[in-house]
């Protein structure tokens, strides 16, 4: 597999990207990595590592998309930036998939340019693979759309299912819809309609409404919601989570009988924050067009690059996106 990266997307690029896909190749998670981006200044940064040469490929792109900058703008006025190449590399069948760290927006737009929806999608969406107490969850969508209608929450709601099924490998995956409670009758207009669409939907296994409170428990499998409160669901989980383990360096840090017991529960806390680390699951993925991007985090790490190559390796090899591609056509007949 080969894997093109927008070496030059995260908030600390390209130190990151390339410390990560040397880590990538040594770890011998996929054949190639094609770092994308100004080629002098990834030669300088590959020059300090020692790695297998030929498995590492850079590509000179001198642009840059930057954080502030317009997302769909950028595109078209950048086609030479690290992120519209990388995503190029991928559509010409030069790579498998692409990652990159750098402005979702932008992110979300090149790819749309350059892939293009697949066929009788309405509209692409992200979706990420979140843990919980049991098994992970997909929940989509969390920034592709702030504004959705009843048949786009349907659709998500369909390759939501299809990516637990061919990435998580869950037979007929529960289905749920976010909301304010479990009742039928709660929610707003929009939600109450995708409620009786779903329960309408015969290839969908739809088990009904999902509370915040529920979200971590693992009681379903692909949860589905608007981009608006996805991300704003998913920021406050990532803070909460935070938060909690600042509290307990804060209070573990006061006495010696903390400390104490700190070390006795050691095994624990490194279980809960490998866990709960976003680094462990490297990025989201971009669907429901023709081609496979991976969104990381801006503020990723040397291992959250790794790892999200990690995750683009397998999300290909599934062959979400022919299968996909292959579903919504037959649903269009």
Partial sequence: MRIAVDAFG?????????????????????????????????????SKYIYPADRILVVNAP????????????????PNSSMVRAIDIHHKGEADAVVSAG????????????????????????????????????ILDIGANVDSTSEHLLQFARLGSLYAEFLLKEKNPRVSLLNIGEESAKGNQLVKEVYQMLTDAKDINFIGNIEGKDVLKGITDVIVCDGFVGNVMLKTIEGAAISIFELLKEQINKDWIAKLGAMLSYPVFSYMKKKLDHTEYGGAMLIGLNGLTIISHGRSNAKAMKNAIKFAVRSAQSGFVAHAQKYFEQAGA
């Fill in 10 to 46: 995260s908030d600390n690029a390209p130190y990151p990207e390339v410390e990560g896909a040397i880590q990538a190749i040594k770890e011998d998670l996929c054949q190639q990595v094609i770092l994308v981006g100004d080629e002098d200044i990834l030669k300088t940064e590959l």
């Fill in 63 to 78: 642009d840059r998309i930057g954080m502030e900058d317009s997302a769909s703008s950028s595109v078209r006025s950048k």
């Fill in 103 to 138: 402005n979702t927006g932008a992110v979300m737009a090149a790819s749309l340019f350059v892939y293009g929806r697949i066929k009788n999608v309405m509209r692409p969406a992200i979706a990420m693979s979140f843990p919980t107490q049991k098994n992970p969850e997909i």
